[in-house]
């Protein structure tokens, strides 16, 4: 482990990257609300601060790491009874002899931030600070030291939750409400930068439900609080002092802050906290679909209006909780337990929160009428082996024959076609052997050796029914035609490809 950590680049262009530097936090404890009131900016943050930081520590790491080997060194020939015998013997010897390469040891360190939440010892910090750790100390406001066990963590959060056995209960701080915070607020960030410890620094809120890409669950709270290396599981607080984001990450060209840092927000941290607590892993919920985003022009093949979209449903899991429940390839969800769907990001999050087990009711969108759907969720640490059904489209084989749409060719699947794309010896339905350059359907990025399934979610099994299911969209007005498209490893992604 490095001195100080950083999570890969964002990259932005070409190969244009900034460093993505991690740093975070969450906390334990009941979810305290927010005033609903915006609060002016004090004179000083002073008062607040001095309040905070004992309960703030810096974590720091160790651990044995192999170096790099050593290019190995003959021994010299010198002549018997040589005055240098004896010396390069001694030296050659100590070094394990001049044959192989030497494996070494060396002491890797590394130094983050995290911060209590229960007064008995237990705290909060990235999980990143101490992956591979041998060792974690932890370091108090007041010059104290202990070394801390791991209760457990999460990578897809980046959380890890340590406890300590202090001789006295310690200062520890509560979890804020991260969705009472709004655009403008002021917040404060306290943490360890470069292993300076206990440094404060204040900004607002820049935006809100922001994704990085750096987990399936990203909804981070943005602020230009100055956040840097070091600061990995620090805590960013309200103006009441209550932990409403773990520092994870910041965009920098230079490792430094220049105002664009990231936080996990503590409705997302605190289950991920309270499960480790609880159980020492996570139990997420799972219904075993793949899903897709909505664009404006499946959208509009779908029917789907508003200004929430839903999540689309491009794939169930043979035997998993959607199959079970009647959920189907092409069901465009719009609610969740109650909850609303607004986009793709939505229904992860919203799922992984659900209680394993629970019946839930999930609202669908279906060739354009609302259904209510009923399942029981799973669970997704059990469910890391489980296989998406395959596509059967099914129907018997036709003689070759070759359609051309929508900037592509379809043709029946032959053993030649199967032979030429790699398809799977049962592959049936219709394959794409040809995609026009320019076309529209090339900007989609579909490619020959794709298998069309569905069109309007309606099953093709030859190219005359890819005929017939376009010009019947076209006589009903449809602007676009909604592929479902299958590779030869057997994804399957829905695609909108105009009509004009």
Known sequence: MSQTTARP????????ALALALAA????????????????????????????????????????APAAQEKAVPKPDVPEGSPFEEFFDEFFNKRGGGGAPQ????????????????PSGIVITNNHVIDGADEITVNFNDGSKLVAELVGKDTKTDIAVLRVKPPKPLKAVKFGDATALRVGDWVLAIGNPFGLGGSVSAGIVSARNRNINSGPYDNFI???AAINRGNSGGPLFNTAGEVVGINTAIISPSGGSIGIGFSVPSTTAQPVVDQLLQFGETRRGWIGVRIQEVTDEIAESLGVKGPNKGALIAGVNDEGPADKGGIEAGDVVL???????KDVRDLPRIVADTPIDRDVDVVVLRKGKEETKKLKVGRLEEAADAKPAALKPGGPEEAPKTVQALGLTFSAVTDDLKGRFGLKPDAKGVVITDVAEGSKAQEKQIQPGDILVEVAQEAVETPADVSKRIEALKKDGKKTALLLLSNKAGDVRFVAVSLD
Request: glycine share 6%; charged share 20%.
């Open 103 to 118: 494996q070494r040891q060396r002491k890797q360190s590394s130094l983050g931030s995290g911060f209590v939440v229960d």
């Open 25 to 64: 936090t969450v906390a334990f404890a009941p979810l305290a609300v927010a005033p609903a009131a915006a609060r002016a900016a004090p004179e000083s943050f002073a008062d607040l601060a001095e309040g905070l930081l004992d309960a703030v520590v810096n974590i720091s790491t160790s651990q044995n």
């Open 222 to 224: 943005q602020t230009d």
């Open 9 to 16: 680049q964002i990259a932005s262009g070409a190969r244009r």
């Open 335 to 341: 609610k969740f337990d109650g909850k609303t769907v």
